[in-house]
C-alpha cells in the first residue's frame, strides 16, 4: 500500500486543521491506521490510531481531546483533525499502516508500522 498524507500548512495557534491520508494500491480498510510526527531534533512519535473498523482509537496523552482520527473505507482515506493547536504541535506529520487481520486492534508503536507516507508540515503560529 502507498500513502499520500495531505492538508498541512501554516495555521494559527487556537484554529483547526484537517490533515488527510490517502491509500492505493490496497484497500485501506486491510490496514490498522495511525499518525506520527516529528520536530526538528526528536524522534518520531505517536499521536492517534484507529482500528481497522475504525471502532477503536487510541491519542496521545497530550492530544487532550484536541486530535480526532476517522476513516473512510470506502475512500481509502484517513483523516487527523487538529482542534485548538499550539505551537507545540509544529512537526512534520506522517500516516502510517499496518497490516492486521483484527478489525479492533490500535498500534501505538511506531515499530509497528510497516508503511509509511512521505509526511505533511504542519506550522502552528502563536
Known amino acids: 500500500v502507498q500513502l499520500q498524507a495531505s492538508g498541512g500548512g501554516l495555521v494559527q495557534a487556537g484554529g483547526s486543521m484537517r490533515l488527510s491520508c490517502a491509500a492505493s494500491?490496497?484497500?485501506?480498510?486491510?490496514?490498522?491506521m495511525g499518525w506520527f510526527r516529528q520536530s526538528p531534533g526528536k524522534e518520531r512519535e505517536f499521536v492517534a490510531a484507529i482500528s481497522r473498523s475504525g471502532g477503536n482509537t487510541r491519542f496521545v496523552d497530550s492530544a487532550a481531546g484536541r486530535f480526532a482520527i476517522s476513516r473512510d473505507n470506502a475512500k481509502n482515506l484517513v483523516y487527523l483533525q487538529i482542534v485548538s493547536p499550539t505551537p507545540e504541535d509544529t512537526a512534520v506529520y506522517y500516516c502510517?499502516?499496518?497490516?492486521?487481520?483484527?478489525?479492533?486492534?490500535?498500534?501505538?508503536?511506531?515499530?509497528?508500522?510497516?508503511?509509511w507516507g512521505q509526511g505533511t508540515q504542519v506550522t502552528v503560529s502563536s
Open positions: 494500491g490496497r484497500a485501506s480498510s486491510s490496514y490498522a
Open positions: 502510517a499502516a499496518k497490516a492486521t487481520f483484527s478489525t479492533l486492534a490500535v498500534y501505538t508503536n511506531r515499530e509497528s508500522y510497516g508503511y
